[in-house]
Every structure is written in C-alpha cells, then in structure tokens.
C-alpha cells in the first residue's frame, strides 16, 4: 500500500452546484417559453397602445388605479416590459423555425451528396463552397432588400444563407457511415438507397446535426436581431428584440431603457441556449462524458 492509497478521495461538489449553470440557463429559457406562449395573457399593457401623454416614462413609474410600468415607456408610451413579452415570440420562432428548415434542407442534400458521391456529390459541394463564400450579413441584407420586410422572408432568407453548414456536416458522416459495415451488409440484402438513407445513415448521423442546431438557435436570435436593426428585417410596427432595439438606439441618451431591457433578454436568452447546447454536446459526445 502506497502513500497515495492512503490519501483520502477529493470530495465531490453536490450536484446542484456543480450543475447551476444548467439549472439557472433551462429556468430563464423556460421563463422565456412559456411568457412567450402566454404573452396575451401576461403583459400589463397592450403593446402596440400608444400614449404620447405617458412616453419616456422612467422605469417604476405608476399612476393611481393603474399598472407600474415596471421598466419605463418608449417615445410612443407603449410599456416596454409588454413589448419585451410579446417581442420574445417573435424572436423564438426565427430562432427555432430558421434552424428546422434550414435542417431539413441542409441535412437532405448532405446525405444525398455524401452517399451518391461523384458528379452529384461535386455540383452540390460547389454550390455550399460558392454560398458561403459570400459574407452572411451582406447576402442576408441583400436578399431582404430584394424580398422585403417581413417574418415570413426573414425566416426563408436565414434557412436559404443557413443550409449548407448542416449540408457540410451531413456529408461528413454521410462519407463516413456509408463505408460502415451494417450499410455495407443492407445495401448486399438489396435494400434500396431511400430505406438506407432513412433507416441507416440519417438516424447515426443525428448526433452532430443536433448540436450543431442547438448552437445556432442563439445566432439565428441574433441575426434577426441585427437584420431588423439594421431596417431591412421585421417592419418597425412588427414587435421583436431586435425593432425595440433599432427603435430605441435614437434614444439612448434620454431613456437608455428602451434599447437596455430588450438587449439585456436578447443576451441571457443567447447565453441560456448556449449554456445547455454545450450540456448536450458533452452528454451526446462520448469522448467528454467519460471525462
């Protein structure tokens, strides 16, 4: 027996603290969820009601027999805590709807162009590495210039500058699996190529495609963010963290909490996601869980 087998075992850490981040993270986004969901029947005030009797109101500001406007008014008196409820709606969809459709998208052609190989596999290839030559922001701009203001065409502008970093994943281990022993023996048992592609290869493939999406739900947040600052996504009277923050840059040395409190949700919503996609690539990964 050894000194070293004499030492006591370092004590653990309780599990709680050891996890706080996670816990802290999955509380704000489930907060964030579920006032998204509810938003009609948590706001204090109508979001879109002006009042140009009751704007640039401080945060904490009341009136007698009416809600406190617990984090101010803009320069329309709209309550920016009700624009903030309603605005994360807005900001959760992009984020969520861009990452399914542009994995959907990506995935498909990834899979079909690693398994096929050849001709097929290098036209596809060229058409990822010609996209993303381009800069994201400036593409993104530009196809919002050309389509125009709207949800609905900030989502298909992000799933179409998206895809093909999910078409690059998806052929990787398209590649990979497709040499793979169980693919080898169901293509010799004369399965056809869409039964391999659904039972075999998509299914083993699912790994790094979910986190990979689970990583860009928060920069879909921010993109949409950017492009409706930048006045080329959401129209201004469409409620989102990102036209509360453009409406109130104008502002900031007179009522910094117009553009503070919706830059504020925007970032611990950022920070949450990233906090537990980071949990799920180490619990998917084996090579980090056993570490």
């Not at 979001?47 to 101010?72: C, H």
């Not at 030559?133 to 400036?138: E, G, K, N, T, V």
């Not at 609905?152 to 052929?171: D, G, M």
């Not at 689970?214 to 947040?221: E, H, L, T």
Request: glycine share 8%; net charge neutral.
């Amino acid at each position: 027996m050894t000194a070293a087998d004499l030492e006591p075992a370092p004590r653990q850490s309780p599990w709680v603290v050891r996890h706080l981040a996670h816990l802290l993270a999955g509380a704000f986004l489930t907060v964030a969820i579920l006032s998204a969901l509810l938003a009609r029947w948590l706001v204090p005030y109508d979001p879109l009601m002006t009042d140009v009797l009751s704007n640039l109101l401080p945060p904490g500001t009341s009136f007698d027999g009416q809600p406190a406007y617990v984090l101010g008014t803009d320069m329309l008196g709209r309550d920016v805590l009700s624009g903030i409820i309603y605005g994360s709606r807005i900001s959760l969809i992009v984020g969520f709807a861009t990452v399914v459709g542009a994995g959907v998208v990506g995935t498909a052609i990834g899979i079909i162009s690693g398994y096929h190989k050849g001709w097929l596999d290098e036209v596809l290839m060229r058409l990822v590495d010609i996209q993303l030559a381009f800069p994201f922001i400036l593409l993104a701009i530009l196809m919002m210039y050309v389509l125009g203001q709207g949800l609905f065409n900030v989502i298909l502008v992000l799933i179409i500058t998206t895809w093909p970093i999910y078409a690059r994943v998806a052929r990787a281990e398209a590649l990979r699996l497709s040499t793979s022993e169980y693919v080898t023996a169901a293509r010799a048992l004369g399965a056809g190529t869409p039964r391999i592609l659904l039972r075999h290869i998509l299914p083993n493939a699912m790994t790094p495609l979910i986190v990979v999406a689970a990583f860009s739900v928060p920069q879909m947040i921010i993109y949409e963010a950017a492009l409706s600052f930048l006045g080329v996504g959401l129209p201004s009277s469409e409620l989102s963290w990102g036209t509360m923050l453009a409406t109130g840059r104008d502002y900031l040395t007179q009522a910094w909490w117009i553009a503070t409190f919706p830059g504020i949700a925007i970032v611990c919503t950022i920070l949450s996601i990233n906090v537990l996609s980071e949990a799920l690539r180490q619990n998917l990964d084996p090579n980090l869980r056993n570490q």
